[in-house]
């Protein structure tokens, strides 16, 4: 997906200044109030899917045609969020404009006290340039998207955490965190050979805090030729921001791949494949591993890698206990990038909150010359077809923040891959230090096996910057295209380390 220039275009508008403010009523305004119950939006996915699925009507063709830098020359103008002006209320609502991308519409209600009322289409809460092209407004237009402010570091001044913007697509930030990777609602044939299907959050109700709350509370509709559902989310601000998920989903057809919280990042280069790329960076990416927390307990640490190919990795699984795409990276020097700031970006834990059952931890890497695409998809996949007319639900816990490590054992800080002095290729594995890690690194073991070719017993040596242990070991994969590798620490036959896994590929 690309979205690099989207994203960091949406930021810019989010900071610019308002201007040429009208005389008419300000702010978002609403319409009659209804009766709302939560129940409500799953009655409504229930009866979405039980019908022919019908997409939503696409907003006139000169809004989609417009250029980029037409789209950059509109924004929002945060004195006419939602409960601006209401000191006692914790919380603002911007909205996104319809156009470019996002080519059909989505609708908000806003609730409070049992009630229900839809938010008015308005172009006048945009300001824009003198630039931005006269096109046509009729009933199909509504806003693209949604954005959420709270005052998480300094009072009156509220600062934006989440966003929803594009079909199931959502981004949240732990406070002093800058956008990062996405989280999706529910992926469908990700990688499949018939191409992927992308479910829309058609509808979101946001409910009105009450006075000082610290959680806020958001239902959304999701819809796709495959499956309709609802969903609820509890979000707690700070850092980290933890998101409370329940889903009711009910599909249509059969589906046989089906990803569930479904994250969404970006890998281009790092240390283990350096010498592809000419940039001043020494790396470039949002994500650097896949964690995983699996049903029996083990912790396991995928560097991410940018093949030449696309690859598709499963990790089997029973009743997972997590997953997350990490960004262990966290200095300056890690980019040396003053406008990105990789070193800011979040990392994502998904925790199941009951027993998904077996499955599969997957991981989608998929070729890229560029940071501006998005190519790093991580789910979790049920091992049984899910079948019309079934009703599942589920619940998990998003975890946005600096914290990386959600599992057990000395955690895995970088990786290093080159090409060694003589013949073969060096893995250089830097580990944490740890209370655990003795002082006499012979006392450690060294388990290293590799699925083709031939691999040295590597050698335990004190990292000096570190404070932890560095193992490097050397490999010649002979003809073999690629090499499945699984390295652990070991101290008195018990686990030390996370396990560490990559595949090379020549």
């Known amino acids: 997906m690309l979205r690099r220039e989207v994203l960091t275009g949406l930021l810019a508008i989010a900071a610019a200044p308002a201007i040429g403010q009208t005389d008419a009523e300000p702010g978002l305004q609403t319409g009659a109030p209804t009766d709302f119950d939560p129940s409500q939006v799953i009655d409504l996915a229930r009866a979405k899917a039980a019908r022919a699925y019908v997409p939503r009507p696409r907003i006139p063709e000169a809004w989609t045609s417009i250029s980029y830098e037409d789209y950059r020359s509109i924004w929002f103008d945060t004195r006419n969020a939602l409960w601006e002006g209401e000191a006692e209320t914790p919380l603002r609502m911007d909205v996104f404009a319809p156009g470019l991308y996002f080519p059909r519409p989505i609708h908000i209600e806003i609730v409070e006290g049992g009630k229900s009322r839809p938010v008015k289409f308005d172009l006048g809460v945009f300001d824009k340039t003198d630039k931005f092209p006269d096109l ?182 029973d009743g997972p206990r997590g997953f997350g795409l990490m960004q262990r990276a966290r200095k300056f020097s890690d980019f040396a990038d003053l406008e990105a700031l990789y070193h800011r970006r979040p990392c994502l834990w998904v925790e199941p909150q009951e027993d998904w059952g077996k499955g599969f931890v997957t991981l989608v890497e998929i070729p890229t010359d560029s940071e501006i695409y998005d190519n790093i998809a991580a789910y979790w996949r049920p091992r049984e077809d899910w079948q019309p007319g079934d009703e599942r639900k589920l619940s998990y816990r998003l975890t946005w923040g600096d914290q990386s490590d959600y599992g057990n054992g000395v955690r895995v800080l970088n990786t290093r891959i080159g090409a060694a002095f003589e013949e073969g290729i060096i893995v250089a594995i830097d580990f944490e230090n740890g209370a655990d890690i003795p002082d006499d690194l012979d006392q450690v073991d060294r388990l290293i096996s590799a699925s083709a070719g031939e691999v040295s017993t590597g050698v335990l040596q004190r990292n000096p910057e570190t404070g932890g242990p560095r193992l490097a070991f050397k490999f010649n994969p002979g003809d073999a295209p690629q090499v499945e590798f699984r390295v652990q620490l070991r101290k008195h036959g018990a686990p030390l380390s996370e396990t560490w896994l990559y595949r090379w590929t020549a």
């Open 136 to 317: 046509p407004v009729d009933d199909t237009l509504d806003y693209s998207g949604l954005r959420l402010r709270a005052e998480l570091e300094t009072p009156g001044i509220f600062t934006e955490f989440l966003t929803f913007q594009g079909a199931s697509y959502f981004r949240a930030i732990g406070t002093g965190d800058i956008y990062g990777l996405s989280a999706r609602g529910l992926a469908i044939d990700t990688a499949g050979p018939n191409g992927e299907e992308f479910p829309d959050f058609e509808a979101f109700w946001l409910e009105k805090p009450a006075p000082g709350a610290a959680q806020f509370v958001l239902h959304a509709l999701l819809n796709s030729p495959s499956v309709a559902g609802a969903y609820r989310f509890l979000v707690t601000p700070g850092q980290p921001l933890v998101m409370e998920v329940e889903a009711t989903l009910f599909p249509r057809k059969q589906m046989s791949n089906v990803g569930i919280a479904p994250l969404t990042s970006m890998f281009q280069f790092d240390e283990t494949n350096r010498n592809r790329f000419s940039d001043f960076r020494p790396a470039v990416h949002d994500s650097d591993g896949l964690l995983i927390r699996n049903g029996a307990g083990e912790t396991l640490w995928r560097p991410l890698a940018n093949p030449r190919e696309l690859q598709i990795s499963a990790f089997v699984d």
